[in-house]
């Protein structure tokens, strides 16, 4: 049976809508709380530069917490929308 419309799958098919700016920033803000959170798990012997691995070490639950609440705007905004 042919719907009404004519067309086969016109009821699958998602008018408007698409990938937008929106989508690009929470993907963005998705991409950098993992970044975050990445780091702060990391162990202090894989970074290559010894400071580097002295900030990551001093502030792995700074690191942590702000990839956490990176996160939670992101999943909340994403909600919200």
Excluded: Q, Y
């Excluded at 290559?48 to 990839?67: C, F, K, N, S, W």
């Excluded at 939670?72 to 919200?80: E, P």
């Amino acid at each position: 049976m042919v719907p009404h419309s004519g067309v086969l799958a016109a009821g699958f098919s998602k008018t408007g809508g698409g990938f937008g700016a929106r989508d690009s920033l929470l993907l963005a803000d998705v991409l950098f709380a993992i970044a975050l959170l990445a780091l702060a798990v990391l162990p202090a012997r894989t970074l290559a530069h010894v400071r580097l691995a002295a900030v990551v070490e001093a502030h792995r639950t700074d690191l942590a917490l702000a990839g956490a609440a990176t996160l939670t705007v992101a999943v909340l905004a994403k909600l919200l929308t």
